[in-house]
Protein backbone atom coordinates (compact mmCIF):
# COMPACT_ATOMS: atom_id res chain seq x y z
CA UNK A 1 0.00 0.00 0.00
CA UNK A 2 1.10 3.40 -1.13
CA UNK A 3 1.76 6.28 1.54
CA UNK A 4 0.58 9.68 0.35
CA UNK A 5 2.69 12.23 2.14
CA UNK A 6 1.33 15.80 2.83
CA UNK A 7 4.02 18.33 3.68
CA UNK A 8 2.32 21.15 5.72
CA UNK A 9 -0.21 19.60 6.24
CA UNK A 10 -2.31 19.09 9.94
CA UNK A 11 -4.74 16.39 10.88
CA UNK A 12 -6.82 17.82 12.89
CA UNK A 13 -9.51 15.23 15.37
CA UNK A 14 -12.29 17.42 16.76
CA UNK A 15 -15.85 16.87 17.36
CA UNK A 16 -16.90 20.47 18.21
CA UNK A 17 -17.51 22.76 15.03
CA UNK A 18 -16.41 26.14 16.65
CA UNK A 19 -13.35 24.79 17.85
CA UNK A 20 -12.56 23.04 14.40
CA UNK A 21 -13.15 26.30 12.65
CA UNK A 22 -11.00 28.01 15.25
CA UNK A 23 -8.15 25.37 14.66
CA UNK A 24 -8.47 25.34 10.75
CA UNK A 25 -8.36 29.13 10.56
CA UNK A 26 -5.15 29.36 12.84
CA UNK A 27 -4.00 27.09 10.44
CA UNK A 28 -4.40 28.99 7.82
CA UNK A 29 -2.88 31.82 8.95
CA UNK A 30 0.65 30.35 10.23
CA UNK A 31 0.19 28.97 6.25
CA UNK A 32 -0.41 25.46 6.61
CA UNK A 33 -3.18 23.22 5.43
CA UNK A 34 -5.51 21.22 7.84
CA UNK A 35 -7.45 17.98 7.11
CA UNK A 36 -9.93 17.42 9.58
CA UNK A 37 -12.47 14.53 11.17
CA UNK A 38 -14.66 14.49 13.93
CA UNK A 39 -13.94 10.64 15.26
CA UNK A 40 -10.97 9.19 16.11
CA UNK A 41 -12.01 6.19 14.29
CA UNK A 42 -12.23 8.04 10.73
CA UNK A 43 -8.98 9.54 11.27
CA UNK A 44 -7.23 6.50 11.94
CA UNK A 45 -8.12 5.03 9.01
CA UNK A 46 -7.65 7.91 6.67
CA UNK A 47 -3.43 7.55 8.41
CA UNK A 48 -3.42 4.51 7.23
CA UNK A 49 -2.35 5.64 3.99
CA UNK A 50 -1.70 9.38 4.26
CA UNK A 51 1.07 11.09 6.42
CA UNK A 52 0.44 14.19 7.66
CA UNK A 53 3.02 16.40 8.87
CA UNK A 54 1.59 16.63 12.69
CA UNK A 55 -1.74 15.25 14.50
CA UNK A 56 -3.84 17.64 16.80
CA UNK A 57 -6.32 15.34 18.55
CA UNK A 58 -8.76 16.59 20.95
CA UNK A 59 -9.27 14.63 24.10
CA UNK A 60 -12.86 14.50 24.99
CA UNK A 61 -14.37 12.52 21.46
CA UNK A 62 -17.21 10.05 20.64
CA UNK A 63 -16.12 6.77 20.51
CA UNK A 64 -12.24 6.53 20.90
CA UNK A 65 -10.83 9.19 23.22
CA UNK A 66 -7.78 10.87 22.33
CA UNK A 67 -5.57 9.07 24.59
CA UNK A 68 -7.21 5.89 22.63
CA UNK A 69 -6.91 7.64 19.13
CA UNK A 70 -2.85 8.30 19.98
CA UNK A 71 -2.54 4.21 21.01
CA UNK A 72 -4.28 3.47 17.71
CA UNK A 73 -1.82 5.92 15.29
CA UNK A 74 1.33 4.96 17.24
CA UNK A 75 0.81 1.23 16.10
CA UNK A 76 0.95 2.61 11.80
CA UNK A 77 4.55 2.38 11.03
CA UNK A 78 4.69 5.58 8.93
CA UNK A 79 3.42 7.97 11.67
CA UNK A 80 5.42 6.88 14.12
CA UNK A 81 7.58 9.87 13.85
CA UNK A 82 4.97 12.25 13.65
CA UNK A 83 3.90 14.75 16.19
CA UNK A 84 0.64 13.94 17.55
CA UNK A 85 -0.63 16.68 20.15
CA UNK A 86 -3.34 16.72 22.85
CA UNK A 87 -5.49 19.87 22.25
CA UNK A 88 -8.06 20.12 25.32
CA UNK A 89 -10.32 22.33 27.56
CA UNK A 90 -9.33 18.91 30.47
CA UNK A 91 -7.19 21.10 32.26
CA UNK A 92 -7.41 19.37 35.82
CA UNK A 93 -4.34 19.09 38.00
CA UNK A 94 -1.99 16.74 36.71
CA UNK A 95 -3.91 15.98 33.08
CA UNK A 96 -0.71 17.88 30.66
CA UNK A 97 1.63 15.26 32.78
CA UNK A 98 -0.62 12.67 32.70
CA UNK A 99 -1.35 13.24 28.89
CA UNK A 100 2.78 13.34 27.88
CA UNK A 101 3.35 10.38 29.91
CA UNK A 102 0.58 8.76 28.00
CA UNK A 103 2.97 9.77 24.95
CA UNK A 104 1.43 12.86 23.45
CA UNK A 105 4.38 15.12 21.92
CA UNK A 106 3.33 18.24 23.34
CA UNK A 107 -0.15 19.80 24.99
CA UNK A 108 -2.27 22.79 24.11
CA UNK A 109 -5.00 24.10 26.16
CA UNK A 110 -8.24 25.56 25.56
CA UNK A 111 -9.24 27.73 25.29
CA UNK A 112 -6.96 28.69 22.26
CA UNK A 113 -3.89 31.18 22.71
CA UNK A 114 -3.13 32.06 19.21
CA UNK A 115 0.07 33.20 19.86
CA UNK A 116 1.21 30.07 22.24
CA UNK A 117 -0.41 27.97 18.79
CA UNK A 118 1.77 29.21 16.01
CA UNK A 119 5.00 29.15 18.20
CA UNK A 120 4.24 24.85 19.53
CA UNK A 121 3.15 24.08 15.92
CA UNK A 122 6.01 25.89 14.14
CA UNK A 123 8.08 24.24 16.83
CA UNK A 124 6.90 20.59 16.16
CA UNK A 125 7.17 21.10 12.50
CA UNK A 126 10.57 22.33 12.40
CA UNK A 127 11.86 19.34 13.68
Given amino acids: ????ELPNTILLIEDNEANLKLLKTMIRMIGC????FTTGE???????????SLVLCDIMLPGMNGSEVLRELRTIEHLRDVPIVAVTAVAMEGDKERLLADGFDE???????????????KDLLSK
Fill in 1 to 4: MSVY
Fill in 33 to 36: ESVS
Fill in 42 to 52: AACKWCESNKP
Fill in 107 to 121: YIAKPLNFSSFQSTV
